[in-house]
């Protein structure tokens, strides 16, 4: 048998470890060690160096502490196999975990960019391939929503999209958003995630031109100067409004009070064009 000892200060340099992380094994009953007498100093022998080996491989995999004190003084072959596939599926659910924050992230991001673009430009556009519907007016129809379509996990808050719906008359009269209609979309792909039942509550925008902008609104204004804007851009391009607004939600800036929103106004074009762009002055 080896018979070689190791000082903590040795044994902590040497797998570039602090002293008190030594200690804290020893006192989780993961490692032991000899003290001499005549000095008190900690020694440690060959056997707890390969302990060590052991101890250090599994914190590296993320074990638990508790479940190494017990692989490395109690169990056999085929808990330890036990213990390490439970392991191996936490991890691989943290891996999924991270693919669909990254996902929300990326998702984000290109809402604020989109905000950031877009905002007061205005452009003539094929109808989007999402679906929509309706439900109501009232502030707890949001609940409603919520309520509905929540999931286990918070992921589905990336799948709705809140959706405002401006009949045609009261756009054409006032360009506000204060009596909006409320309602969510999916994008095609999320809308399969819905019992085929209720996907056929959802409706598809018709085919042909839409105004399209992004603005933010605070529900409050009695004309978004935005939106009225866009009203005054596409008849200065010899097009009327054929429909209504339908707006769907991007992103939210607290201290301004303001939610912004996509939009979409199906147009009727007087002569052929096949796109325009313009932007606030």
């Excluded at 000082?7 to 006192?27: P, Q, V, W």
């Excluded at 969510?184 to 839409?210: C, K, V």
Aim: aromatic share 12%.
């Amino acid at each position: 048998m080896n018979e070689k000892k190791w000082t903590i200060g040795e044994m902590a340099k040497l797998f570039d470890l602090s002293t008190d992380t030594l200690r804290y094994y020893e006192k989780a009953g993961l490692l032991s060690s000899n003290k001499k007498a005549e000095n008190g100093y900690r020694y440690y022998s060959y056997d707890d160096l390969v302990i060590l080996i052991d101890i250090l491989f599994f914190r590296n995999m993320d074990l638990a502490v508790k479940d190494i004190r017990q692989i490395v003084t109690k169990m056999d072959l085929h808990e330890i196999k036990d213990v390490l596939k439970h392991n191996q599926q936490v991890v691989e659910d943290k891996i999924q975990g991270l693919i669909r924050q990254r996902k929300m992230l990326t998702q984000v991001v290109e809402h604020y960019e989109l905000c950031e673009q877009m905002l007061g430009q205005f452009s003539i556009v094929q109808a989007p391939d999402f679906r929509y519907k309706f439900v109501g007016a009232q502030a707890d129809d949001l609940f409603d929503i919520v309520r509905s379509y929540k999931k286990p996990d918070r992921c589905w808050l990336n799948q709705i999209r809140y959706t405002l719906f401006i009949p045609q008359a009261e756009l054409l009269q006032n360009q506000r958003f204060c009596q909006s209609q409320l309602g969510i979309s999916f994008d095609e792909e999320n809308l399969q995630l819905l019992a085929h039942a209720e996907q056929q509550g959802f409706s598809a925008m018709r085919e042909g031109d839409y105004l399209y902008t992004v603005t933010g609104t605070d529900y409050s204004e009695q004309t978004n100067h935005m939106l009225a804007e866009a009203m005054q851009w596409l008849q200065d391009q010899g097009n009327q409004v054929a429909g209504p607004l339908i707006g769907r939600y991007l992103t939210s800036v607290h201290k301004d009070g303001l939610d912004y929103y996509e939009i979409w106004v199906s147009i009727k074009k007087d002569r052929l064009r096949t796109s325009f762009t313009g932007h606030k002055e």
